[in-house]
Nanobody, 122 residues
C-alpha cells in the first residue's frame, strides 16, 4: 500500500498550489481520501475529504470552501487538492490518508502517506 503525496513547495501569499495524492495497493473506489495538515508543535488538522467513487466532499471548515477544492481521478487512483488564494497560515506539511470512513476528524485511518511541505511567504 502506498499513498504518495506531492506538489508542495514555496509560494507567495495569494498564489496557488495543487497537491496530488497517488494511491496504490488497495481498491481505490472503496476508500475515502482525506487531506490533513500539521505544523511543527501543532495538532494535525483535517482539511478536506472526498469519498470514492461517489465524489462527495467534506470540508473541515467553512472558511476553506472558497479557497480549497478536492477532486478525484479514479482512473489514475489520484486525488488532488487545489489550493488558491494561499495565506501564510496555510504553511504546513500536508498529508493524505485513506480509509473506508469519510471524515475530516481525527481517526485511526487505515493508510497514511508521507507529507508534502507547503510554505506560503508573506
Amino acid at each position: 500500500v502506498q499513498l504518495q503525496a506531492s506538489g508542495g513547495g514555496l509560494v507567495q501569499a495569494g498564489g496557488s498550489l495543487r497537491l496530488s495524492c497517488a494511491a496504490s495497493g488497495f481498491t481505490f473506489d472503496d476508500y475515502a481520501i482525506t487531506w490533513f495538515r500539521q505544523a511543527p508543535g501543532k495538532e494535525r488538522e483535517g482539511v478536506l475529504c472526498i469519498s470514492n467513487p461517489d465524489g462527495r466532499t467534506y470540508y473541515a471548515a467553512d472558511s476553506l470552501e472558497d479557497r480549497f477544492t478536492i477532486s478525484s481521478d479514479n482512473a489514475k487512483n489520484t486525488v488532488y487538492l487545489q489550493m488558491d488564494s494561499l495565506k501564510p497560515e496555510d504553511t504546513d506539511v500536508y498529508y493524505c490518508v485513506a480509509d473506508p470512513l469519510s471524515t475530516v476528524l481525527p481517526h485511526l485511518f487505515d493508510y497514511w502517506g508521507q507529507g508534502t511541505l507547503v510554505t506560503v511567504s508573506s
